[in-house]
């Protein structure tokens, strides 16, 4: 059950207004071309996890506070009293992971997720939601790889990400329970 569906940033929304009307300096279209990128990767996980539309309840692009921080989800899924929280990342290239942080980034996505898991799980906490949230961080681009990558990293590639979805509260649907969450989830959301 879809409770929010992802829409354009307002970023986005006004790169795509701009396009062709005037010229973009190099930063100005590199930007657009990252945030345009990010855009359509989203959009391509949702298409994948349409597979489980009926059995998990899912929000799109949420923007959540606790505790004086902020986080955005690219994707959450609610199902069998879990929550499962995804980060989303439609990059190209090589990249390489040593002790848990990404070579040559200025932001870690590893350190990025851990951020938003703990806010959640610190705004479930506080209204009195005591469940799991597992979290991943999707690389959906094909393009990519990822060099000293183990599997104690919450990291999953393209080609693994049908399968996590088939498992994702494998032989369960939501429930009241469920939806409560979510819903509370869908009400904390910052416009």
Known sequence: MLLKSREKSFELVQFEALRGRIVFSEEQERLYKYVTAGFMGECLCDEMAESMAERVIQLRDLLLASGGRTCQVDSLLVVAGKVYLLEIKNWEGSFEIVDGRFVGLSACPLAQLQRSKTIVEHLLRRYGF????????????????????????????????????????????WDQWDRKIGEFLLQQHVP
Do not use: D
């Open 130 to 173: 005591h469940v799991e949230v597992e979290a991943r961080l999707l690389f959906i681009n094909s393009k990519i790889s990822l060099y000293g990558l183990t599997r104690q990293e919450p990291v999953l590639l393209r080609h693994q990400v049908e399968p996590y979805f088939c498992s994702v509260g494998e032989g369960s649907f």
